[in-house]
């Protein structure tokens, strides 16, 4: 019944019935940056943008997760790119182009920039590169998640248990290290006056703690932010949050 009833207001939410709840746009938190008197190392960090930008697997993988999206490197303070679909393709801009909304705001290293073009130019992603693409867009993905418009309405928030604090851990099954140390992404998820704060790490005892495969990871984020996106009518609706669910209910610890 608690599903039925979870399903009927999720379905009913995202058709538009609900309170819109107001909150500031990604873009206007950040500057346009750094674009022109680029050092050697940042041209390097470009033409490797653009030329896996080329890459028809990574055109493809791109498709499934944003619009339009803002990579901002780690080692090189105020400078960072906007990639986003155009015209069936994939453009990578200088700077961040705070004329649009991104989907996700990505922080990458200058290795992590690489890899970009390095695990993509052979068509497909092996379990390691998968793992690394999805562990950079653990957090960022959770961030736009809890963006989606009236998210903190509180009937979807009692039915998504949304409330309290939440724990999300990306499980590394192949033990894929880095820097001689296996990968570890944990996430503290708090809402506290009327926002959401997302933490790097697990902070407090939680309510509710989440243990998620990568493959879970990215198919949660796909159904939330590209196919809840394109269904049309309660019917589609309905059933993306039914696919959701399950996941989310499979990747809940038991207490």
């Known amino acids: ?128 590169e998968e793992f690394l693409v999805i562990n950079a867009l653990f957090k960022p993905g959770w961030e736009a998640s809890y963006r989606i418009p009236d998210i903190g309405n509180w009937l979807v928030r009692k039915y998504m248990r949304l409330d309290g604090l939440l724990h999300a851990v990306l499980l590394n099954p192949g033990q894929v290290k880095f820097k001689g140390k296996a990968v570890k992404n944990e996430l503290s998820v708090v809402r506290v006056s009327k926002q959401w704060l997302i933490f790097s790490g697990l902070e407090g005892l939680p309510d509710t703690r989440m243990e998620i495969a990568p493959k879970d990871a990215i198919a949660m984020y796909s159904l939330i932010m590209r196919d809840l996106k394109s269904a049309k009518g309660l019917a589609e609706k309905r059933e993306v949050m039914r696919k959701f669910t399950g996941i989310r209910d499979r990747c809940i610890l038991k207490k």
């Open 1 to 128: 019944m608690k599903r039925i009833l979870f399903l009927s207001a999720i379905s009913i939410f995202f058709a538009g019935c609900c309170c819109r709840n107001e909150q500031a746009e990604t873009r206007t938190r950040y500057t346009r940056g750094k674009v022109e008197n680029f050092s050697a190392e940042e041209l390097k960090l470009e033409k490797a943008l653009k030329e896996a930008a080329k890459i028809p697997a990574a055109v493809e993988f791109a498709k499934g997760l944003f619009d339009a999206v803002y990579i901002t490197l780690e080692e090189h303070e105020g400078t960072g790119f906007t990639v986003r679909l155009r015209d069936g393709g994939v453009e990578v801009e200088r700077g961040l182009n705070v004329d649009i909304e991104p989907t996700l705001v990505v922080p990458l290293t200058d290795e992590g920039v690489l890899n970009i073009k390095e695990f993509f130019k052979d068509g497909k992603l092996d379990d390691t």
